[in-house]
């Protein structure tokens, strides 16, 4: 239980650290935008990769959440995930006519 402990904390740390970094970049890109005092020793190039930075460290804090939040409801309700995941197979196996329950028959009366 402290090491499962540990590992959320863990995450939840490198979560703020992601939202640290990407409010850093942006503000570096407001100063500039702004154009406050000191704002012309700002490289127009270095602002620019504070958005595709601060775009992808966004990107990739939405992918890790969304990881983590399924990791999350595996814990806490393994069954519940596991009859989720055959109620999806069983949807897949089955064929579209029979879930909308419409039977195909073959009329032969050329």
Known sequence: MLIRDLIKLRRQMSF????????VLRV???YKSLRLYGSIYLDSIF???CGV????FAL???IKK???EKSS?????????KKVEIVEQEIKSKDLFE???VEMSVDDSD
Do not use: D, I, Q
């Open 99 to 101: 879930l909308n329950g």
């Open 66 to 68: 969304k990881s983590f």
């Open 47 to 49: 602002v620019e990769l």
């Open 60 to 62: 990739l804090k939405s």
């Open 16 to 23: 703020y650290v992601l939202e640290l970094v990407t409010n």
């Open 28 to 30: 570096f890109m407001l």
């Open 53 to 56: 930075f601060s775009s992808f």
């Open 73 to 81: 409801l595996a814990e806490k309700n393994p069954s519940s995930v």
